[in-house]
C-alpha cells in the first residue's frame, strides 16, 4: 500500500490554500504523453490497475499528520481535514494493454479539486513508469516473434518496485515470464531461472557443475555455458548430456550471456547437432533490446528464446516520457495550459478508434466527451465513488487482451524505426472549445 | 523491508543445488563497476546503509514458502532450511560518498555460499541505483555551485522506491533537498515545494491565485510564473509583490518552467529590479540536468535555485551502470570469471588512495587484502555475524561527508567531460594472484 506522503509537498502547499478558500469544486484532470520518443510509432497503456488500488487506499497516517504537524507550515484545522481526506470520484481509462497515441488521454479523474490534485504526483508516477515498460517490451516482443521472451532485468531496475512493475508491464506486452520471484507470486506470472557464473566457478570444474546440477533440476535444466570458453562448454556437454538422456535426465537449453551471440549460438549448435543433441535449445542473454534482437535474428542465429533485462526494464533508449496530469475543467469552465510548448486540449476528451474490415486500426479520432464520432470508444468508467466498478482482472487476460490488440496495429508502425505517424484527428468540437477557452482567457 | 523472495529465481534454483550437495563454505563476492559511462569520469558509492538494512532482514515468510513449495520444483526438506536461511556473513564496504572508479570494489560480502548468492539480486539493486543516482547528483551540485538544488523527479522516478532512493542519494550527493514528503519524513531532508500550474488556472485570474497563495503561506512563497505569459505574470506580480511587502507578507521567489529559461530568468529579472523587488529571487525548473545548469550559468542566465527532476532521478543520459556482484574465492581459493569482455580480478581486494599535501586525490592502488600500501584504506568492516558494527550514520552526516570528499576531487574529474582517467594502479601482488588463478584452471 502506498503511503498518501509520498507526494510533492507543493500539493500539500496548494490543498492548504484550497481548504482554506473553500475550492472544493469539481476539477478534471486527464493523463496524456505530448510526444512519441525518437524511433518510436506507439505506446501501450498500463499502470491503470495499480492507480485504482492507490485511490482506494489513499489516506494519510496518524504518524504523517503528526510528522506534516511538526514542520510548522500548516494549520490544525486544515491537518485535521487532511487526515480525513479520501479519494471519492470517478476515474475514466482506457484498458491496460491498448495501444495509444501522443495527446489521447489514457485516463480521467474528475473529483473535488483537492483530491484530484492530491494524487497527482503518484498517478504520474505510476502511469509513466508502467506505460514506459510496456511500451518498451511490446517492441521487444514484436522483435522476438514467437520465440520464448523472459525478464531479467530486476537487479538493474531502479528499486524493488520497479522491478516488480517492470515484471508485469512485460509480462502485460507479452513476455512469456520474469525472473522475478516475487513478481510471480504477486501476479501468477511463470517464473524463469537457471544458474549464474558464480555456480559454476565455485564448482572444480565446469562439467561438476553442470551434472549437478541437472541431477538436482531433472526436469527443466538450463546450462550457462560461457563462463570459460563457450564452445569448449558446449564440446563438453556433449556426453554428459547423451548420458543424462539415457539415464531419463533432459537438458533443456543451454544459455549464452557473453561474446558474439550470433556467432557463438551458431557454433554451439553446430556443437549439439552434431552430437545429437537436436532438442537442446539455445537462449541467449546480455544486453539485450528489439534491437539486437532484429540483428540477431536477421543474421539467421539460432537462438530459441531470449531474456531480456537491463535496457527493457529501464527502457534505456528511452527511460522516461513527456508526459502531464493536467487541469482540463474546474467549475464546470474548461481549462487550458499554455505555457510555451506545452499547451494542451482543454476539457474532457474521449478517442473513437477505427479498424477496417480485417479488424486493423486506420486511425483514431480526438474530441470532447460527449461527442458522437464513428468508430469505438476507448476511454470507459472503471471507477465511481472511489470504488471500483468491478473486480481487478486476472493479468493473463489483460495479456490476452493486449496480444489481440498488437495484431491490430499497422504494420509499420511494429517495426524499430520511427515511420509515418498514425493518423490522430482532432475533431471540430475540440478546435472549436480550445478556441474558446482562449478567447475567455484561460 | 523487502521481502527475500525479491530475487531472480535462478538464485533459488542454485541454492536447492548447493543445499544438496552440502556447498556451504565461506564465499566471497564483490560489488564493482566495470566501466565509466561516456562523459562521466568517477562514480559516487551509496546503497550501502539499504543494503546493511536488507541483510539485517533477510527472511522469507511462511507464506512465500508456502507459494515456492506450490510450484513443484523443490523438495520439503530444502524449503524447510530456506525458511530457517537468515544473513549471518560479514561485510565490508566504502563508506556512502566515497568516490570511486572503474574495478575497485565498494562491497565485499563474505558468508556461507547459500547465503552471500541468495542475496546478489536486491544487493544490486539497490547498490546500482542508489550509486547511479548519487553520481548523476554530484555532478549536477558540481555544476550548480552553491546555488540551491532541489530533487523534483519522484512523479518521472520508476515507482516509489526509486522516488524514495534517488531524493536520499540526490541530497547525500549535495542537493539541499527534496519535493518528495515521504523522504523527507523517512529521512529528515528538507522538503520544498510551490504550486503547479493547475493552481493558476483552478483560479479566475493569475493575480487572484497568487495573492491567495501568498496569504495562506506568509513565510515561504514562491510563485509559478509561467503558466500563461511569463513576463505578464511578472508585471502583474511587481504591484501585487509591493503590496504584501507592506503588510509584511514576503514573496520569496519566482518559478519558471517553460520555455527558453535563459532569456526568460533575464527578462524576469529586470522586471523585478525595475520594480524594486529585488530580493525576490528566482528559481528554475523543467528538463534539467549538469549540461543544461552549466549553459545557463555560462550564458549568465540571473537563476538562484534549481529543480532538478526527471533527467537526474532516471539518471536519463545513462539508466544504468555496468556493475557486477562476482564470486572472488570460494571455500579459501579464490576465482576468476574469464567470460569474453568480462573478466574480473580474483579474491578479496582492498583499494587504498593517495592525497597530496593539500588533501587532494592523486591515485589509487587496487591490491589484494592484506597487502600494505601507503595510503588511506577505502574498505572496512561494517557487518559482522549478520549485525552492523555501529548505528546508522544519520544521512545529513554521510552527505557532509561526501561534500568534503567531493572537495577532494582534482578539478578535470569535476568536469562534465571525460578527462584522463583517474590513475588506479593495480598492483604487482593482484596481478600475481590473477596468473596464478588463470594457472590453476579457474
Not at 361 to 381: I, N, R, S, Y
Request: aromatic share 8%; with cysteine.
Amino acid at each position: 500500500m502506498t503511503s498518501a506522503l509520498l507526494t510533492d509537498f507543493y500539493q500539500l502547499t496548494m490543498l492548504a490554500a484550497y481548504h482554506e478558500q473553500g475550492m472544493t469544486d469539481t476539477a478534471v484532470f486527464e493523463f496524456f504523453v505530448r510526444k512519441l520518443p525518437p524511433g518510436r510509432n506507439f505506446f501501450i497503456a498500463a499502470g491503470i490497475e495499480s492507480v485504482l488500488d492507490f485511490l482506494e487506499g489513499f489516506a494519510f497516517t496518524a504518524e504523517e499528520i503528526d510528522w506534516l504537524a511538526g514542520l510548522g507550515r500548516f494549520k490544525p484545522a486544515f491537518l485535521d481535514w487532511l487526515g480525513k481526506l479520501r479519494f471519492t470520484g470517478s476515474v475514466e481509462a482506457m484498458p491496460e494493454g491498448t495501444p495509444f497515441f501522443t495527446d489521447e488521454p489514457i485516463l480521467r479523474v474528475i473529483a473535488p479539486l483537492p483530491e484530484a490534485q492530491i494524487v497527482e504526483t503518484r498517478l504520474i508516477n505510476l502511469l509513466q513508469f508502467e506505460t514506459l515498460i510496456a511500451s518498451k517490451a511490446a517492441r521487444v516482443r514484436l522483435a522476438a516473434g514467437d520465440r520464448l521472451l523472459v525478464d531479467f532485468g530486476l537487479r538493474r531496475a531502479h528499486g524493488a518496485e520497479a522491478g516488480l512493475l517492470s515484471a508485469r508491464a512485460s509480462y502485460l506486452a507479452g513476455f512469456d515470464g520474469t525472473s522475478n520471484t516475487l513478481a510471480g507470486m504477486r501476479w501468477n506470472i511463470p517464473v524463469y531461472g537457471t544458474m549464474a557464473h558464480s555456480f559454476v566457478q565455485a564448482h572444480a570444474t565446469e562439467l561438476t557443475a553442470f551434472e549437478s546440477f541437472a541431477r538436482v533440476h531433472p526436469q527443466a535444466t538450463t546450462l550457462l555455458i560461457d563462463t570459460y570458453d563457450t564452445e569448449a562448454a558446449a564440446a563438453t556437454l556433449v556426453p554428459l548430456a547423451r548420458k543424462l538422456r539415457a539415464e531419463g535426465i533432459a537438458i533443456r537449453a543451454v544459455r549464452l550471456d557473453s561474446g558474439d551471440l550470433l556467432a557463438h549460438a551458431r557454433k554451439v549448435r553446430a556443437i549439439l547437432d552434431a552430437g545429437g543433441l537436436h532438442e537442446i535449445r539455445i537462449f541467449a542473454s546480455g544486453n539485450l533490446d528489439e534491437y539486437e534482437i532484429v540483428r540477431l535474428l536477421a543474421g539467421g542465429a539460432p537462438i530459441d528464446g531470449f531474456g531480456v533485462g537491463t535496457r527493457m526494464n529501464v527502457s534505456a533508449d528511452q527511460p522516461y516520457l513527456d508526459c502531464a496530469y493536467k487541469l482540463q475543467e474546474y467549475a464546470g469552465r474548461p481549462r487550458r495550459k499554455r505555457s510555451e510548448g506545452k499547451a494542451t486540449w482543454p476539457g474532457r476528451k474521449q478517442v473513437f478508434r477505427r479498424f477496417d474490415t480485417q479488424g486493423m486500426m486506420v486511425g483514431d479520432v480526438l474530441t470532447v466527451a460527449g461527442d458522437a464520432q464513428e468508430g469505438t470508444p476507448l476511454l470507459a468508467c472503471v471507477m465511481r465513488d472511489g470504488k471500483r466498478l468491478g473486480p481487478t482482472p486476472p493479468l493473463a487476460e489483460l495479456r490476452s487482451r493486449t496480444r489481440t490488440q498488437l495484431a491490430a496495429l499497422p504494420e509499420p508502425l511494429r517495426r524499430n524505426e520511427a515511420t509515418a505517424p498514425y493518423p490522430v484527428i482532432v475533431a471540430e468540437p475540440l478546435i472549436r472549445l480550445a478556441a474558446e477557452v482562449d478567447a475567455f482567457g484561460h
